[in-house]
């Protein structure tokens, strides 16, 4: 689907760039690691967050940017800055990032901790004790398999895989064979830890560590008998790692897709990352060899994978350091002793995950999957990890002969291996398993059930705006919804209809979805809330999403509040509205929340003239999510939940004013609310409201 005849209304520079607007989210995260109210280990891990968010951004948004400027594409976005100029952009904001991330690190996070007694031992700082311990796990560990590659002409400069750890090695004297070799590399086999706990007794404290790089170093030379190591390098290259699949000469998906991950591994390279102390002579071999130039070389202070003490946390036993653990609630009528299905025939029934728990998903496929009455599941998976217990569920109901069918989607990025492990197993159970639509990613949550009843088959259904991955709803805010009303049901089993076969889009009764109705069905209900303001009356709009991006929706926005119609949005990432344009947006609030969990549902809210209106939706405001993917907004119909949603996933957004980030349009900055009285931060306060503490 096309976005039809959509013309601009307003200059670029009243749009923020994708890109930027991407990067000014990464430094709202690292603003968290640098929060001294957040517990310290929690610190760290927004500090490795930071580094797996770039490691991305450069494999698919960088790389996406390179690809354009050889392409010698005109500017795609409407900021329209050309690719060259957002490239320098780019690499300027990212240098100064990560060197506030590594000053971060060195300077404040890792000697908070060693005051802890969580350290970090340098090999300047090993006692004898120490190195005789770390020599021996050096000879018994780590050297076994190793594979130093020295470089000559029968042994060519090896292929790097992507983000692994790497060493450049500088070399003087001649080998065994007489061969003059002045430099080699040794590549850190990704099974080795990266970071290495050392017994109490040699620390004289709970927590003691060493990184695999130290412990390299130390004993490179070990690798090169006879040989004089000059220096030792940590380096590691990033790659393009999206793939591309002709999607109009396949004949089967899910072959095709399995033998580009195989070169996932070796696609260009768009980074280059080096320990600092790297020499000026190595840093420009590497450089050639992977044909960067100086503004794709990151000289870092430190290890070069921050992402590897992720693992420290789960390692560290100190309570006092971490989140307060808490216990996501289940609501009294969702527990197992109920009979779930008599309780959505009552009513729907609203989940908001983390806060409560999403056991009663799961509980819903268990006794679909165990209840004879039950004739048939569909679903649709477009996340769920590679180890669930709903695909199990899933497996199960296959086995005992019930219909099954799962739409899975193959590209979902990242996860692509696991879904075609799922997709294979759930065909060997017997189930129906499709890839929804060529071009056009499935990114809709949707579970439906069909059960013979006394007055005969009846629809169950579940919506949510998050995956169907029992560990991230854990800590990602999403909405879900159950419900038997027949309409939606009936709206539901369409959509299936059309995944999984052929035939015209028919009109649904409450579902919006794209790529048919979701934009349009938006851009309706806020020029919907513009002609009340006309009118004389008030128009309302509460919309919460991950990035706002899509220009018509964009301008339909800056047109309603041009008529005086009062906006709020909670955009989590990038946003290319600018709020607070004088005659344009200045009707328009745009703020971000970063706290403790992901924020990840969407909730669109029109409450003009007393017709309130509120979807939730599998959604952003995005052209690929309108145009390009499978997607729905379904509304909640009961007022008791409405007024639910409204309090708990926007009005408490609204008044936070500790983990709010406000954009001010005239920059694209975004600025941190604080309060000196009352403190309000709406995950808090929701974990009080809705859960139990452990």
Known sequence: ?????????????????????????????????????????????????????????????????????????????????????????????????????????????????????????????????????????????????????????????????????????????????????????????????????????LTGVNDGFVFLSSILHAHVGELFAGMTVLGCYQFRVTRNSDLFVDEEEIKDLRATLQGELQQRNFGDEVRLEVADNCSTAMVDFLLHQFSLTRDELYQVPGIVNPVRLMQVPDWVDRPDLKYKPFQPAIPKNLDKHFDLFAEIRKRDLLLHHPFQSFEPVINLLRTSADDPQVVAIKMTVYRTGTDSVLMEHLLRAAQKGKEVTVVVELMARFDEEANIGWASRLEDAGAHVVYGVVGYKTHAKLLLIVRREEEGLRRYVHMGTGNYHPRTTRFYTDFGLMSANPEIGSDVSEVFKQLTGLGQARTLKHLWQSPFTLQPNVVEAINQEAEYARAGGKGRIIAKMNALLEPETIEALYAASSAGVEIDLIVRGPCALRPGLPGISENIRVRSIVGRFLEHSRILYFGGNGDEKLYLSSADWMDRNFFKRIEVAFPVLDPKLRRRVLKEGLKAYLLDNCQAWELDGSDGKYHRKTSRTTRRAAQTMLLDELTSAV
């Open 1 to 201: 689907m096309s976005r039809g005849t959509w013309q601009r209304q307003h200059p670029a520079e009243h749009y923020i760039n994708r890109e930027l607007s991407l990067l000014a989210f990464q430094r709202r995260v690292l603003a968290q690691a640098a929060d001294s109210d957040i517990p310290l280990l929690e610190r760290l891990k927004y500090l490795c967050i930071v580094s797996s968010n770039l490691d991305e951004f450069f494999e698919v948004r960088v790389a996406g940017v390179r690809e354009q400027i050889k392409l010698g594409g005109k500017p795609a976005h409407p900021d329209a800055l050309s690719a060259v100029e957002l490239y320098r952009r780019i690499c300027r904001e990212v240098h100064a990032l990560i060197a506030e991330q590594y000053a971060l690190l060195n300077d404040s996070v890792l000697p908070a901790l060693a005051a802890e007694g969580i350290q970090f031992l340098r090999r300047n700082v090993w006692t004898p004790e120490q190195r005789v311990w770390i020599r021996d796990f050096f000879f018994r560990e780590l050297m076994p398999v190793l594979t130093p590659i020295g470089l000559d002409p029968s042994h060519p400069f090896p292929r790097v895989l992507n983000k692994s750890l790497n060493f450049a090695i500088e070399l003087e004297g001649r080998d065994a064979f007489g061969r003059v070799s002045n430099a080699a590399i040794v590549q850190a086999p990704r099974v080795l830890p990266r970071v290495i706990r050392l017994p109490h007794e």
